[in-house]
């Protein structure tokens, strides 16, 4: 048996340190919080997610199609709040996904989920869309989104009956090229005295696409009246001005998600 003195050091040792907490049966590891479904709000109507129909890249005839991490990091933010959200695209049915990047792990969520998956798979085509169902209208990148949102008729037809309603709009990287012919009633561009941000021209120079792309997306909104705000090549930039919400690049996705939701709560916008 040991004499006291020698065990006295390792009792006090015992009483100073820290118990470890127990970990509730039901907690939430910290980096799946982004990937929880809440229950569905009623006093919220559904938020409308479009995404491209077309599937190359202008001449070059590689494939691209709605940017993955640019539908779920949005939709993430929008159900851990209980909003919920409704598909459509250009043409209806599935439409072509590019950045499929199954390490991102919100990305594997949705990819895996049965439910998403079928949401996806039969999107709505907006042509049938019925604005009046919706509180908001949120438009995905991709490099696709630059040949079909600018020339569809729905798209500003449906964006204008949104947001003239009261309802929030929002974009992330190529998805602002949706605004870029969209007028109001007035027939003012929706644009036109608003602070915004987009992929930016820099960006498409790196990706080499400044000319592919049937127009470079930042300078045409500019060109539109809107005050475009970049930050340097790839790093999150999200712009909130009323109810119309856009992002940079796929690093503000997330970003863009969370600003919609905090509009649509009446939450102050983060400065």
């Known amino acids: 048996m040991k004499p006291l003195r020698t065990l006295l050091p390792l009792l006090l040792f ?3 340190a820290p118990i470890p907490a127990k970990t ?3 907690a939430v590891p910290e980096g799946d919080k ?3 479904t809440a229950a569905a709000r009623s ?3 559904p938020v409308l997610f479009v995404l491209t129909s077309h599937g190359t890249k202008g001449s070059t005839g590689e494939a691209t199609g709605y940017y993955l991490g640019e539908v779920t990091h949005p939709l993430a933010e929008l159900q851990e709040a209980g909003i919920a959200v409704e598909f459509a695209s250009i043409q209806g049915g599935e439409p072509p996904v590019d950045g499929l990047d199954l ?3 919100v990305n594997a969520r949705y990819w895996n989920d049965a439910k998403f998956r079928d949401g996806v798979r039969h999107t709505q085509r907006l042509g049938d869309v019925d604005a009046a169902k919706y509180s ?3 438009f995905a990148g991709g490099h696709g989104a630059m040949w079909d949102f600018p020339t569809s008729p729905d798209v500003p037809r449906v964006t204008r009956a949104i947001y003239e309603a009261g309802g929030v709009v929002g974009a992330v990287c190529h998805g602002p090229a949706a605004l870029v012919n969209v007028k109001l009633a007035d027939g003012s561009w929706l644009v036109a005295g608003k602070n915004l941000s987009a992929f930016t021209d820099s960006e498409e120079r790196a990706v080499k696409l400044d000319k592919v792309v049937p127009f470079l997306l930042a300078t045409t909104l500019t060109q ?3 005050t475009h705000h970049p930050a340097p090549d790839w790093t999150s930039k ?3 001005d009323g109810r119309l919400v856009t992002g940079q690049n796929p690093q503000s996705a997330a970003g863009v998600g969370a600003a919609m939701r905090d509009v649509l709560l009446g939450r102050p916008a983060a400065r």
Do not use: C, L, Q
């Open 24 to 26: 509730p049966a039901n």
């Open 103 to 105: 390490k991102d792990a």
């Open 34 to 36: 982004a990937t929880m």
């Open 43 to 45: 006093d919220i109507k």
């Open 136 to 138: 908001a209208i949120f």
């Open 224 to 226: 539109r009246g809107a």
């Open 14 to 16: 015992a009483i100073a």
């Open 238 to 240: 999200v712009v909130v």
